[in-house]
């Protein structure tokens, strides 16, 4: 049978399409998300386009790309995220301290342009605090939006935990595990210093993971006198080493963060705090001492298995959301479940490690020193 042209595009049947996109600092487990939401997609017909470098994929020149079962295969195991990110650039929606800036109305009337001129039906928005305020702009502005929190830091008090965190609190267990035969065998002091921002979750959760000695968070200004006497006393007591983990937002009492000079754009650098301890541990103690920073490994490589699971759940949670209308909202684990809260609510508040809480007891109660 022959159709002109207009009988044609009338018998296009136009799929229910939605967008995804991954924003801010990367994190293991986004491609479970990503893979998770197409094939949960897939089972109710529904097209999904993924936006490229975050909200940059939104502005001229426009970019995405349509993702389907065929080149989402495979890609769970994977780091990083298939579509890409930046932290950076015109949507950067956090400044200095993590102050949240709002997006510029020019910037946020394009990308509404964008997806309308695509016909995209809903949004999903993978990312941090920043990234979710943005979402949340974009959805006062009338975009369907709806959020999934990532982020390794841990520090969104909206959702008990997020993927990302696990395998990056892996990593550190793995970095201790090593630097404890190499400081034993020389009778070193080593300190690793870790990320999470302003909160000690990575380091809680890792120094216990990798039997650290002392862990340094930022919810717990640490005393230089008290530490370097703590170490001084293991080492004179026979200890083959100590290991110090410090989270990269610590610091000592009256004290101020440290930071990296030469950021080019956006939020503040935190790091160097590591190599100030050891510099001072080394000076009060005269005993041999190493810093290491383990940066950037935390975030890369392939996610855990409960990552790979809470990011499973995640994007199939994202695609209930808006089979349910829920826009505006957020997916979030609560008690062994999926729930959703309001985006709005989410962001800003900062979940940080209770000083008195139970972790921060246990690891007391093993022998783990804080500093104080
Ligand atoms: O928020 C995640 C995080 O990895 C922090 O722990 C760290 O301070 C920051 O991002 C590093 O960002 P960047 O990759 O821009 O250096």
């Known amino acids: 049978m022959h159709f002109g042209k207009t009988a044609l595009a009338q018998l296009v049947v136009h799929r229910f399409r939605i967008g995804v996109l991954t924003s801010g600092g990367d994190c293991p487990g986004l491609n479970a998300v990503i893979r998770a939401s197409v094939a949960s997609a897939h089972t109710l017909g529904w097209e999904v386009l993924g936006f490229i470098d975050g909200y940059e994929g939104l502005l001229s020149p426009v970019n995405y790309k349509i993702l389907t079962l065929e080149n989402t295969q495979g890609i769970m195991p994977i ?80 959702t008990a935990t997020t993927f990302g965190f696990d395998s990056a609190v892996q990593c550190v267990a793995d970095a201790l595990d090593r630097l404890h035969t190499t400081a034993a065998s020389h009778k070193r002091v080593m300190v690793l210093e870790v990320m999470g921002r302003t909160a000690g979750w990575i380091a809680l959760y890792g120094g216990v993971a990798g039997g650290a000695d002392v862990i340094l968070i930022p919810e717990i200004p640490f005393s230089y006198e008290r530490l370097a006497a703590h170490v001084e006393k293991r080492m ?41 301890i050891a510099a001072e541990i080394a000076e009060r103690t005269k005993r041999e001492t190493r810093a290491v920073v383990l940066g950037h490994l935390q975030r890369g490589g392939a996610p855990t298995t409960q990552d790979r699971n809470l990011g499973t759940r995640f994007g199939v949670g994202a695609i209930d959301l808006i089979k349910e209308k829920k826009f505006g909202c957020m997916v979030s684990y609560q008690n062994y479940l999926i729930g959703s809260v309001s985006i709005k609510e989410a962001v800003g508040q900062i979940k940080h490690v209770p000083p008195d809480g139970q972790m921060v007891n246990t690891a007391k109660s093993v022998g783990i020193h804080f500093g104080v």
């Open 79 to 158: 780091g990083g995220t298939i579509i890409g990110t930046t932290n950076r650039g015109r949507f950067a929606a956090k400044q200095g301290m993590g102050e949240r800036a709002l997006i510029p109305q020019p910037i946020i009337d394009e990308a509404k342009k964008t997806l309308n001129d695509l016909g995209v039906r809903a949004l999903i928005c993978i990312g941090g605090d920043g990234s979710l305020t943005t979402a949340d702009q974009l959805f006062e502005n009338g975009v369907p939006v709806v959020g999934v929190p990532k982020t390794i830091d841990n520090d969104l008090s909206a």
């Open 236 to 276: 004179a007591g026979g200890a083959s080493s100590t290991l110090i983990v410090v989270a990269e937002g610590a610091m000592a009492q009256g004290g101020s963060v440290a930071t990296i000079d030469g950021a080019i754009k956006g939020e503040v650098r935190l790091g160097g705090i590591g190599a100030q």
